[in-house]
Every structure is written in structure tokens, then in C-alpha cells.
């Protein structure tokens, strides 16, 4: 049995690793213990990485048995029930992806919407704009904390943020007087726009904020982050 190399861990203590661990006396093991509140997230982890290994070694035939099966079993636990409504369907598209009136489908952003994804500015990347300009068309609310405003890149959002606005999705948009970057006709056509609520720190002694993030918020629960 491999000897565990030395160094930090976040791994919760299991059969194969009580083994490693007892077969190197010599290593001195440092544990910890779970709280109630970090303790359901470090499990589901534990059991999320076990689920992917096994789907990815069993026939693809087995693999809705099997999580229908596990499914069952934790229903049979008190107060847990309701989650025999949770078995999953045999289809051959089952993944949901819209929810909408039919008429045309929604825009949809190349990044997922349920898992991390990383964009590095390459050339197989989307380009931000786009991503952000796909989220803006089906979001319930936006929020953008952003250290200034250029016209140049608000530019490139405003049709998006029109059909905001058409759709009455309230936009909060925070920024910064920093080094007075910003264009004032880019902030003034901001705060011109009936869904808009901006804020500007004035602060630019105590205030060196040159952060970037946007929040996409739905309904659906699908809500997104850059």
C-alpha cells in the first residue's frame, strides 16, 4: 500500500484511509471534527465523488437503477419520503433545459448554469460579453459590482439592457469613482433607465476596489455568477 505523502488534507476518514494511515506508523495523522453545519456538505461530497466513479466504471443501462435504488434507500429513512418523488425517469432527454411559453426558444449563455466553469480569454472561450449578454435575457434581476463604467463596454450590454428594462427586471449596479475611470454619459444613461438602481462610492482615499463580478439571479433557481 502507496504511503500517503506528507502534507495538507480536507478528506474524511474511511476504511481505506484508516488503513493507509495505520500501516506508516510513523505519520502522525491530524483530525477533526465535523460541525452540524459543515457536516451534510463534506458527506454529500464524499458520497458525490464515490456516485461519479461508480457511473462512470457500471454500463450505462445500470446507471438509473442504481441512483433510483439509492434514492429508495434514503426514503426509507423518517421524514424522508417525499423523496421517493425524486426517482428518476427513463427518457431519452432527461434533462430539463426551458421552461417557456413555445414561441421561440430562450437564449441560452455556452457556460453551464448548474456547474463551475472557467473563462480564461482564450480563443475557444466565449467572449464575456456574450456570456453576460445571454444571462441578461432570461435573468430575473442582476446584480453588477463593477470599479468604473466605460462607454465602450457599456456599449456593447446596453441592447441587453434594454430588454431589461422592457421586461421590468431590476438591474443594481455598484461602482466606484476610482482614479475617474468612468464616463459620466455612461453613468448618466444608467441612471436614466427606469430599472437601474446605481451607487457610486466616493471614497477615493480609503477605496481601491478594481473588482468585477456580475450576479444573474432566477426564479428558477438557477442563478449564476461571474
Known amino acids: 500500500m502507496d504511503r500517503l505523502p506528507e502534507g495538507l488534507y480536507e478528506r474524511l476518514l474511511d476504511e481505506e484511509l484508516k488503513t493507509q494511515l495505520d500501516a506508516y506508523p510513523e505519520l502522525k495523522p491530524v483530525l477533526r471534527s465535523l460541525d452540524d453545519e459543515t457536516a451534510p456538505h ?26 433510483n435504488r439509492i434514492i429508495e434507500l434514503v426514503s426509507t429513512t423518517d421524514g424522508l419520503g417525499y423523496l421517493t418523488r425524486k426517482r428518476l425517469l427513463s427518457t431519452d432527454k432527461p434533462m430539463l433545459t426551458e421552461v417557456g411559453s413555445g414561441k421561440a426558444p430562450l437564449p441560452r449563455p455556452h457556460t453551464p448554469l448548474a456547474t463551475s466553469a472557467l473563462l480564461t480569454g482564450m480563443g475557444h472561450d466565449p467572449p464575456l460579453e456574450h456570456e453576460l449578454r445571454a444571462e441578461m435575457a432570461t435573468a430575473d434581476g442582476v446584480d453588477i459590482l463593477v470599479s468604473f463604467i466605460k462607454w465602450s463596454g457599456l456599449r456593447l450590454l446596453m441592447p441587453a439592457l434594454e430588454r431589461l428594462a422592457e421586461r421590468g427586471v431590476p438591474v443594481r449596479l455598484i461602482s466606484t469613482s476610482y482614479m475617474g475611470a468612468s464616463d459620466p454619459t455612461a453613468l448618466e444613461w444608467l441612471t436614466q433607465q427606469p430599472n437601474v438602481t446605481v451607487r457610486v462610492s466616493y471614497d477615493t482615499g480609503g477605496t481601491r476596489l478594481h473588482a468585477k463580478a456580475y450576479h444573474f439571479r432566477r426564479k428558477s433557481g438557477y442563478s449564476t455568477g461571474y
Request: charged content about 15%; glycine content about 0%; overall charge neutral.
Open 42 to 67: 463534506a458527506y454529500a461530497q464524499f458520497v458525490s465523488q464515490l456516485l461519479n466513479q461508480a457511473l462512470r466504471i457500471v454500463d450505462s443501462s445500470e446507471r438509473l437503477p442504481l441512483l
